[in-house]
């Protein structure tokens, strides 16, 4: 099963949201905090089973509602070609399925749960709905009672059939023990019973052989009182024969009486003077039907009439009848409108519902187009012809790039240049500052030469006085002028290399300054064929000229979203008008058929909408469709009662053409004549009853005298002349047997003569009956002293005793050996279904974590006791962990998220997969590995991806290795749901 599209009316954070055209594959759905992720899955999860009434449930505005449309396999709806189906959720209801195509190709009716795969809700929730909640060991809300549960779905193989078997197996081991103890041993627990009876037993066998006297004169006591026994019986049968004849005569004398009246009615009754042969209870019962048939019809025609009068917008009543038969030639054009005439209601509230979202759509779309620039919202045509179509989105977008990385590189060097510039303002300065020193090396030189010359001079002249003293001042002229004239020497020196060092960088930065210029003027060249793009850019799609670069990206993309959903308005109005067009053509038939009855009547009986205001004023004409259902049922009623009024009175003269009613009677004359027939009837059906009851009375007093032996031996013994032959019938007529009852009554003068007669003889009969109670006590006495005596018959039941505590007792040891048998063989399955388990059901998910860990962990174990919810693995190196609690967190959703996935994979037909954010606590490397395989399972399985984290979608773009139409990416904002791309929903989440 697919889902195709979603609509959520009102669920949670949703008010009319939807996605349509779903991929049958991968569909990631990105959205930050609080866009409502948590609530779509809650959503897609519960959509196949109701929602719960529970207090952290999301939440509707008014009132739930969400609807789907799914694509069912053939394998799934039996058919030869796939189904589409719509699952509608209104409230707390149960999911309503309704089939949309294909319907005659489908040999069952296919309900919710055949497309879950009879999959209960705990099943789904812990198998196909995977967030982090899911990947520990026991989920939030599964009860302790669930966890066992929870097990055999994770395990699956039946594995859920074996959590029980070693309580069974103990049960088993229990009984056993308390059969026969631990060994089985004949003198402990119940089989020390039937070992100490077959002890006792054979002791009493022992003692039956020490008995033998007085056995002969007890047999001879026994012969004298069954003598006096039967002689006792004799006389108590012959007391018994008399009671019989006192209790039939007693028991009859009522009867009797009561033959006497009936034999004087009949004699006297007028029943006796009709043709008996004309009258029947058959016919009684007709005519009585008849009449009563009759007169409802009639009451029924009458009331019928006059309600449809009073539902009739008409001044008589004799128009009803025209009016009937209007309705009735127009019954089967009625009948074949009114059995769509709910469909067509529910079309109309569906496309006026459908145009009043259409609207709504188009006015959001105006307010949306009027942020984008304002005359969009008073004019959406002038959308689709803005030539946007014309742009390629990657070229724009790698143009704008461009032409940004190119400003930015112009940027760059014109900051280069200013700072070269500054650099050379820098030097200038220092420059002037060495020009205000103007002493050169030549200068200082000179000075030198000229001042040393002029201490010469001034020594020789002094020495031309005092020689020492001219020595002494030259010295002293050189010690004091040299070491100056050496240091201005060298000061001189050190600015005409300041000097040589500050030309060499000033020449060296005028070459940067003119390379970075030619640098920049080729930039400038490069930049112009960008502008103008951008320019062409922003002329199609009609922006001002000053717009920036990333303006014209997102103007771009909004304008597309807009023309996409104006193309898609655009294409819904015209479904619509194509849906309007049928409905209309729907209602133009229902209007004619009441305008033709309008025309046709006495009367006008309906108000109608005119032609052009059909839409406007439908419930005016769905109202008059209405009240003609009313008039043709009441019409129906009176045609079929009419119809049946006929048919009465053919049957009612086929009945009676023997009676003399002629085939041309009147309607009046048809109540007379059922009432006489019924008067003669019931005198001659009288008559017959009386003659019956005597004659019954007759062979009742016949009966009663040969009912038993008993009776006619009482009898017969009485008066030998009443005799009766081998068959059970009497030599004499009945009549003759009332005469024969009549003489013994004649012997009593009343019922209470019988009866004290009677209560003689039973007190009599008593007497004998206690005396030979006494007779059968004394030999029963007899008999039981003579069983005492017969020692044969005590080691007889010595015998049975011992065999029969033996043949319980093998019974007993076999029950011992079954209970030992069945708790082995129990045991025995469940080590087998572990190593089943460990080696074929839980390999293929060993080998998905092994996969996602990159070899680290081996094999996944089932937990010893079936019943926790719990896991041992294996590692690469041999080490072996019994628990996932000694694992860590990540590993440990890796574990449950691998047996998860194994699980899923194993049933088929595929069902949506809801994988929310649970590779949150995956490292980058399993993380990249698990999108491996959740691209491969969205090969053949819808599953449904849903994060907040840019860097999960950027590697499932990555490892999706999917047909186009098998990846979706959705972005969710809000509550509202834009088809996106990977990069746009990765740059989306990362801001």
Same mark, same amino acid.
Request: glycine share 4%; net charge negative.
């Given at each position: ?102 319907? /005659? ?10 497309? #879950? ?46 959590? =029980? ?63 006096? %026994? ?126 009043? $979202? ?34 390629? $989105? ?35 300065? @220092? ?179 005119? &032609? /052009? ?17 009313? #008039? ?12 049946? &009024? ?11 053409? =023997? ?20 008067? /003669? ?60 009852? @009549? ?8 019922? %209470? ?19 030979? %109670? ?6 029963? @006495? ?36 079954? =209970? ?172």
């Amino acid at each position: 099963m697919k889902i195709t599209d979603i609509f959520l009316g009102d669920f949670g954070i949703f008010q009319n949201s939807s996605l349509s055209d779903l991929s049958e594959g991968l569909v990631i759905i990105g959205g930050r905090n609080r866009a409502g992720k948590s609530t779509f899955r809650e959503a897609l999860k519960y959509l196949g089973y109701g929602f719960p009434q529970k207090k952290d449930f999301p939440p509707a505005t008014d009132k739930y509602h969400l609807t789907a449309d799914l694509l069912l396999p053939p394998e799934q709806a039996g058919t030869e070609s796939s189904v589409k189906a719509n699952l509608k959720l209104r409230g707390y209801a149960n999911p309503v399925l309704n089939i949309k195509n294909n319907r /005659e190709g489908i040999d069952k009716d296919l309900t919710v749960k055949d497309l #879950y795969n009879q999959l209960d809700f705990f099943t789904y929730q812990q198998l196909f709905t995977i967030s982090l909640a899911e990947l520990q060991k026991t989920p939030p809300g599964v009860s302790g009672e669930e966890e066992s549960r929870l097990q055999s779905l994770l395990l699956g193989g039946g594995l859920n059939q074996i959590v =029980n078997l070693p309580a069974i197996a103990e049960s088993y081991n229990r009984k056993a023990k308390n059969i026969g103890g631990k060994l089985g041993r004949s003198n402990v627990s119940q089989f020390k019973s039937y070992d100490q009876r077959i002890k006792k037993a054979e002791e009493e066998k022992d003692k039956a052989l020490q008995q033998i006297d007085k056995y002969q004169q007890l047999l001879e006591e026994l012969e004298d009182l069954e003598a006096d %026994q039967e002689k006792n019986r004799e006389e108590i049968a012959e007391l018994q024969k008399k009671l019989t004849r006192l209790d039939i005569l007693a028991n009859n004398h009522f009867k009797y009486l009561e033959y006497r009246q009936l034999k004087q009615k009949i004699i006297n009754h007028p029943g006796q003077e009709l043709k008996q042969e004309n009258y029947s209870p058959k016919l009684l019962n007709q005519g009585e039907h008849f009449a009563s048939q009759y007169q409802k019809i009639t009451t029924r025609i009458t009331e019928e009439k006059k309600k449809l009068n009073e539902q009739l917008p008409l001044s008589r009543l004799a128009a009803v009848d025209r009016v009937s038969t209007l309705l009735l030639a127009e019954e089967e054009n009625i009948l074949a409108i009114s059995a769509g005439i709910s469909g067509v209601e529910e079309r109309l509230k569906n496309l006026i519902e459908a145009k009043k $979202r259409h609207q709504e759509e188009k006015e959001e779309l105006k307010v949306d187009a009027a942020e984008l620039r304002a005359d969009f919202a008073a004019d959406l045509e002038s959308l689709a012809e803005i030539r946007a179509d014309s742009i390629a $989105r990657q070229e724009l977008l790698q143009t704008i790039e461009e032409y940004k990385k190119l400003i930015k590189e112009q940027q760059e060097i014109n900051s280069k240049i200013a700072a070269l510039k500054e650099q050379q303002q820098q030097l200038n300065q @220092k420059e002037e500052l060495l020009a205000q020193k103007p002493a050169t090396l030549k200068s200082t030189w000179q000075k030198s030469l000229v001042s040393t010359a002029g201490l010469i001079g001034l020594a020789a002249l002094a020495g031309y006085f005092d020689f020492l003293w001219g020595i002494f001042l030259a010295a002293g002229g050189l010690v004091i002028s040299l070491p100056y004239y050496f240091h201005q020497y060298q000061l001189a020196r050190e600015r005409e290399k300041d000097k040589e060092e500050l030309n060499t960088e000033k020449k060296l930065l005028e070459e940067q300054i003119d390379q970075q210029n030619k640098s920049l003027s080729e930039l400038n060249e490069a930049l112009m064929p960008l502008e103008e793009k951008l320019d062409n850019y922003r002329q199609l799609l009609g922006i001002e000229e000053a717009a920036a670069p990333d303006l014209i990206a997102s103007y771009f993309t909004s304008l597309q979203e807009l023309k996409r959903r104006y193309q898609k308005l655009k294409a819904t109005s015209a479904r619509l008008q194509a849906r309007e067009q049928e409905v209309l053509s729907d209602l133009s038939n229902v209007r004619e058929i009441l305008h033709r009855l309008n025309k046709k009547a006495p009367e006008k009986l309906f108000p109608l909408p005119e &032609k /052009e205001a059909l839409l406007s004023e439908q419930e005016k004409l769905f109202s008059a469709w209405s009240e003609l259902q009313q #008039y043709l049922t009441r019409a129906q009623r009176i045609g079929q009662a009419v119809e049946e &009024k006929e048919s009465l009175l053919s049957d009612i003269r086929a009945t009676f053409s =023997n009676n003399g009613l002629d085939d041309d009677f009147l309607d009046s004359e048809v109540a007379e004549f059922l009432q006489q027939y019924q008067q /003669e009837a019931k005198q001659v059906l009288e008559f017959k009853s009386l003659q019956k009851e005597l004659k019954q009375l007759t062979r009742e007093f016949k009966e009663t005298l040969n009912s038993t032996d008993r009776i006619r031996q009482a009898f017969t013994a009485l008066d030998k002349s009443f005799a009766l032959d081998k068959s059970g019938e009497e030599s004499e007529s009945p009549a003759e047997t009332v005469s024969l009852l @009549k003489n013994y009554y004649d012997k009593f003068g009343s019922q %209470q003569e019988i009866e004290a007669t009677k209560k003689r003889h039973q007190q009599k009969l008593e007497e004998l009956q206690q005396k030979s %109670q006494d007779i059968t006590a004394a030999i029963q @006495k007899k008999q039981q002293q003579k069983e005492t005596l017969a020692s044969s018959d005590k080691i007889m039941a010595a015998h049975e005793e011992i065999d029969q505590a033996r043949a319980e007792l093998r019974q007993l040891a076999e029950d011992y050996a079954l =209970n030992r048998t069945v708790a082995f063989i129990l045991e025995k399955v469940r080590e087998r279904t572990i190593k089943r388990a460990k080696e074929e059901l839980l390999e293929p998910a060993s080998e998905l974590l092994s996969r996602i860990t990159a070899g680290e962990y081996q094999e996944i174990e089932p937990a010893r006791d079936f019943t926790d919810p719990d896991f041992a693995t294996s590692l690469a190196d041999g080490q072996r962990q019994s628990s996932t609690a000694l694992l860590s967190r990540g590993t440990r959703e890796q574990l449950f998220w691998a047996v998860r996935i194994n699980r899923i994979r194993s049933i088929k037909p595929p069902l949506p997969v809801i994988i929310d954010d649970s590779l949150t606590n995956f490292d980058h490397p399993h993380l990249y590995r698990a999108a491996e395989v959740i691209t491969e399972l969205a090969a053949d399985w819808q599953v449904f991806f849903l994060t907040c984290h840019p860097y999960v979608v950027d590697y499932l773009a990555q490892k999706a290795n999917l047909p186009a139409d098998k990846l979706q990416y959705w972005q969710l904002k809000k509550g509202n749901f834009s088809q996106s791309s990977a990069s746009e929903l990765i740059n989306y989440l990362a801001v």
